[in-house]
């Protein structure tokens, strides 16, 4: 098996090229070297008291672009844009103590959502650790929960295998979070620095494949017996880079395609056979083809509650075929039919090349004719659209952004109400360009991420659709945005409310509770932060702000859109509820 890290470009482990030329350097000169080795050209970060002679040395590394946050879970979801639209790791460097600890966040985000991410973060002197020094913080302790792998550096000559065992953890296998705590005497020490010959000894890592010829057979078999197949993608696809195969294999069988919220972007969806978004606010005639399929193929989808409504009714009148690479995601939230543990696009390109080969099935396909009319059916019942009588509402303002968004952006989301509607009406073809919190449900989350794809990307148009309580919590990164020139666009659906929190108590308990919330004047404070900024609340303006807006390239923007109140995201699966049970607004 191939793993992810030897798939892609980025990964080279050479010399650096430095402004340096000596062989030995400083524990920082070699964090720093250890970087450009790896192939990093974009760190986000803050600096403070113990790491401060790596950003001493760090004008000797030019080809390293550090982005200066305002805040270090800024940093830490920049990274996690970055990782994600370009599926190279993204790094992130705080101080010690609260620096530190103001990482977790993102990190377990990034944790939930297999997002390879390298954090570093300095730490006392080694001789007061313990000893409750200012700004100390067991970091290594408080992440193991949220990282894949983490460890504290007490050497300088053990920085660049350290650093070197960190990349290929957060990038083989499932893709996650990685720590590297380096205490402040280690930053200072000096070392001889080869890293070329440092080794990885990683003791009980592996990254295995444990299906046989025989499953792809079952696989194959299941197939052509199938009358009303479903094909389920996850991030997993977009992780493995199987989005090409994932699309041949569903031409080649007729399957229609759904996406998780975190797959959105794995199949086209602008393809004759993309069902949509699935899950507890996806779309109605997804989630009830997968209610009613006789086969569902899961390809990369850890299978939580919100995906699946109530597990033992999920899918249950078909056989599940469930293939991941982690193999404690088969078998843990719902009963397959048959898991199979293996590298994505490893196993579709065999089960591709097997079918080139098979007697012909396409028999099947008259029959999948019939499955593909009932599934439209169902679709042009269900519409989900809101009855537009000139009050602005947020499903309307969203189809107008992704009508006018160009085809090779990128779309990040907060978290709420805002992110369903968003889910619901993405329309790019292209992997990576979808990038949400998933998991974890990081209010907060999309607009760092999209500086951090920004800074990746910066001649592309990125836009984050936010919530006004979500946008309020890392809003003073326009700042970090504005000073980096990264226009990140920002469409906030202002509805006074914590809207989802608002739905929840209007639909489920008795009354609301402290969810309505008031906002700043968002085009003063675009303005405050040098950034252009636009208010929108007729449905005469919506088009026309939003060409503006993507016209303007040279510094952040922010649109403010008054929208309806309370606007609900239907459907809408209640909890402990079985998806096809879904609510809608009929």
Known sequence: ?????????????????????????????????????????????????????????LPEFP?????????????????????????????????????????????????????????????????????????????????RPVTKHNIIVRRAEDLAQAIKEAFHVATTGRPGPVLVDIPKDVLLATAEFDYAAASID?????????????????????????????????????????????????????????????????????????????????????NIAIANADLLIIAGNRLGERQTGKPDRFARNAKIVHIDLDPCTLQK?????????????????????????LTPYWEALDTRSHWFRTIQSWKTRRKNQPTLDGVLTPQYVLDRIFHHLPKDAFVTTEVGQHQMWAAQRFNL?????????????????????AIGVQAAFPDKTVIDIAGDGSFQMTLQELATARDHGLAVKVAIINNGYLGMVRQWQDKTWNRPSQSRMTSPDYVKLAEAYGCAGFVVERMEDVDTVI????????????????????????????????????????
């Open 429 to 449: 073809d292209r992997p990576r360009s979808f990038i949400s919190s998933g998991g974890l449900g990081t209010m907060g989350f999309g607009f760092p991420a």
């Open 202 to 286: 990683l003791p009980g890592y592996t990254v295995e494949e444990s299906f046989t010829d025989a499953d792809l057979d079952t696989v194959l078999a299941l197939l052509q017996e199938a009358k009303q197949p479903v094909l389920l993608a996850g991030g997993g696809v977009i992780n493995a880079g199987a989005h090409a195969e994932i699309q041949t294999f569903a031409e080649r069988f007729h399957l229609p395609v759904a996406n998780s919220l975190m797959g959105l972007g794995g199949f086209p969806t602008s393809h004759p056979q993309f069902l949509g978004f699935c899950g507890m606010h996806g779309q109605y005639w997804a």
């Open 333 to 357: 939230n719902v009963d397959a039919f048959l898991p199979v543990q293996g590298d994505i696009k490893n196993i579709f390109q065999q089960l591709l090349a097997k079918t080139e080969v």
């Open 547 to 586: 060409r503006q807006a993507y016209a303007i390239t040279d510094r952040p923007v922010l649109i403010d859109f008054r929208v309806r109140e309370k606007a609900d995201v239907y459907p809408w699966v209640p909890a402990g509820g079985a998806n096809e049970d879904m609510l809608t607004e009929e």
């Open 63 to 143: 080809s390293l672009n550090h982005i200066l946050v305002r805040h270090e879970q800024g940093a830490v979801h920049m990274a996690e844009g970055y990782a994600r639209a370009t599926g190279k790791p993204g790094v992130a460097i705080a101080t010690s103590g609260p620096g530190a600890t103001n990482l977790v966040t993102g990190l377990a985000d990034a944790y939930y959502d297999s997002v390879p991410i390298v954090a570093f973060t300095g730490n006392v002197p080694s001789s007061l650790l313990g000893n409750d020094a200012f700004q100390e913080a067991d970091i290594v302790g408080i992440t």
């Open 1 to 57: 098996m191939a793993a992810p890290s030897e798939r892609l470009e980025w990964s080279n482990a050479t010399a650096p090229e430095t402004n340096l030329n000596r062989s030995v350097l400083t524990g920082a000169e070699i964090f720093l070297s250890c970087l450009v080795a790896e192939g990093v050209d974009t760190l986000f970060g803050m600096p403070g008291g113990v790491i401060l002679s790596i950003y001493e040395a």
